[in-house]
């Protein structure tokens, strides 16, 4: 099956710095990569994703990066602010009938104001 | 509109008791996903369903049952709760794009 690593497991950065925080998956079916921003005492939500068929995406200050060929993805965060602390978590899926996301172990991200 | 609505949100068992948490979802998904979060570990999934009256294992099904018997509900149950129960359990709707619920923090003594 699916094995995603993730990597910082925690980061700290100056507000206003960027951040950035990497994952690496096994199996080369993988096709959907999602990145999940969970807060304190609440459940992740979705706040960017990619599909194979992309190398780059973005949505403001948020960007994620794909490279099919190694095997990895990025999630990369500019201009950080002191709401984006929380834990990040990545995540790959295949789009087989199964369609079960595996999830990386998270990145506890703290912007230090 | 709620999205996904988990019940209970917390709850502390003896070991050896039995409960049910409830997930119900209004977005007319047909994918439901039970996960256990754990510190450092991430989410591992438990079971999930494909559409109703169906079901699956996931990664960590032991010690588990789940059924769907309405599109709009997935029931997570312990039959005999253990302390390597003791998680922060959360339902998700949806593939892509999937939606988390608040979760339910479980604790086993």
């Known amino acids: 099956g699916e094995n995603v690593e993730q990597h910082p497991s925690t980061l700290s950065v100056q507000e206003g710095d960027s951040a950035v925080i990497k994952c690496t998956y096994s199996?080369?079916?993988?096709?959907?990569f999602p990145w999940y921003k969970q807060e304190l005492g609440k459940g992740p939500q979705l706040i960017i994703d990619?599909?194979?068929?992309?190398g780059e995406k973005k949505d403001q200050r948020i960007a994620v990066t794909l490279n099919k060929t190694a095997k990895h993805f990025s999630l990369h965060i500019t201009e950080t602010q002191p709401e984006d602390s929380a834990v990040y978590f990545c995540a790959a899926t295949d789009s087989g009938s199964a369609r079960q996301l595996t999830f990386g172990s998270g990145t506890q991200l703290t912007v230090l104001p | 509109n709620a999205g996904v609505t988990q019940t209970p949100k917390f709850r502390v068992l003896k070991t050896g008791q039995s409960m049910t948490l409830l997930c119900a979802q209004d977005m007319n998904h047909e994918y439901m996903y039970w996960y256990r979060q754990d510190p450092g570990m991430g989410l591992r999934l438990i079971h999930y369903s494909v559409g109703e009256g169906t079901t699956a294992k996931g990664e960590v099904p032991d010690g588990y049952n789940v059924s769907r018997l309405k599109k709009q509900n997935f029931l997570l149950g312990l039959e005999s709760a253990a302390p390597s129960q003791t998680s922060v359990y959360f339902c998700?709707?949806?593939?892509?794009?999937?939606?988390f619920g608040q979760g339910t923090r479980l604790t086993v003594v």
């Open positions: 998700a709707s949806g593939w892509t794009e999937a939606f």
């Open positions: 990619i599909r194979s068929n992309v």
């Open positions: 199996d080369s079916a993988s096709n959907y």
